[in-house]
């Protein structure tokens, strides 16, 4: 058995029932200024995490700051490890960035719910922006194997900003590339691109991942056109397993009547766009 299996199999369940492990990173490169791409060993990583599923990860060692993990969302799934995309925002990516092969880091994973996936023979569109949209990689190769037409959009403020398309293109028929400053790809933003490819012919359902003004936006053009829509929420987290409450996002109830508070981490992070209180 191999070291790191061996030590996967001695690492413990948390109290969530979660799998805490201990993994080690086997890659982590600046891919653009301020943006990293980080690989962890991970036996049967493809097995662990259905798309749209996140993780922990321990940035700290435990009795030094930060105490609390960081989530992130796999980009890449292989058998044997998986990759994630990260923008450096403050002090936990900053360490995260330092990083050497060899070195060992606390996971906590697989969390929160996926992507429902469409029925096969049908056309999509995965929309994505800033350090979110690699993460729809998985969804992309999960959706493109079972038969469905795949159109993937990855949208940035500029074009030094545009990362992850590599972890995109593998399940995507077509990779749409955007900009908000038109320095690269479509000028415009994800929202305007998408907004472009509904008028332009069929799209089943919509899937977004990236910052909020961004999924509010996804989620008008949607609703206006009666296309299913799956958001990928992004908040601050600290249990990352529904504990805390920590991570709450306002929801409507099923009758339209009144709202209630869902737990990104645990009724998310995916969340159908049209119980979000935008
Ligand atoms: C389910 C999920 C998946 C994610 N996947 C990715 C990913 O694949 N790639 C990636 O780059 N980032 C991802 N994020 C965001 C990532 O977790 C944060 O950028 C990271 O935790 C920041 O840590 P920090 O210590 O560097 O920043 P901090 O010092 O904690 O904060 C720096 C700045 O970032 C903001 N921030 C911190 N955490 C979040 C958050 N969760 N959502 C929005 N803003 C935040 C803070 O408000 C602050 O302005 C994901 C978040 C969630 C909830
Ligand atoms: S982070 Fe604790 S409930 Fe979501």
Redo the contacts with the bound molecule.
């Keep these: 058995m191999a070291i790191d299996d061996l030590r996967n199999e001695i690492d413990g369940v948390n109290a969530s029932g979660k799998r805490d492990r201990t993994v080690a990173v086997t890659g982590n490169q600046e891919i653009a200024p301020g943006f990293f791409r980080m690989r962890l060993a991970l036996p049967s990583a493809n097995r662990v995490f259905s798309p749209g599923q996140?993780f922990q990860l321990a940035?700290g060692t435990g009795t030094t700051a930060?105490f609390l993990r960081?989530?992130?969302?796999p980009?890449e799934l292989s058998p044997e490890s998986f990759a994630?995309?990260?923008?450096?925002?403050?002090?936990?990516?900053?360490l995260?960035s330092r990083l050497r092969p060899g070195d060992r880091v606390g996971l906590l994973a697989p969390l929160?719910k996926g992507y429902a996936r469409p029925v096969s023979g049908s056309r999509v569109v995965l929309a994505g922006g800033?350090?979110?949209g690699?993460?729809l990689g998985p969804l992309a190769a999960a959706l493109r194997e079972n038969g469905t037409e795949v159109i993937s959009i990855l949208g940035a403020r500029t074009a030094g900003r545009l990362v992850g398309g590599d972890s995109l293109e593998p399940g995507s028929h077509r990779l749409v590339s955007c900009t908000d400053d038109g320095s690269a790809g479509f000028a415009g933003t994800a929202a305007d691109a998408l907004a472009a490819e509904i008028a332009g012919g069929r799209v089943d359902a919509v899937f977004a991942c990236g910052?909020a003004p961004m999924l509010k936006a996804v989620a008008r053009i949607t609703a206006a056109k009666n296309i299913p829509c799956q958001v990928?929420?992004?908040?601050?987290?600290a249990c990352g397993f529904g504990a805390c409450v920590g991570?709450v996002v306002e929801m409507l109830l099923p009758d339209g009547k009144g709202t209630k508070y869902g737990r990104?981490?645990h009724d998310?992070?995916v969340f159908d766009a049209g119980t979000i209180v935008w």
């Excluded at 990928?232 to 987290?237: A, V």
């Design positions: 996140f940035v930060p960081r989530p992130f969302a980009a994630f995309v990260y923008a450096v925002v403050g002090e936990g990516t900053r995260m929160g800033g350090g979110g690699p993460s910052p990928s929420m992004e908040e601050r987290m991570c990104v981490c998310g992070p």
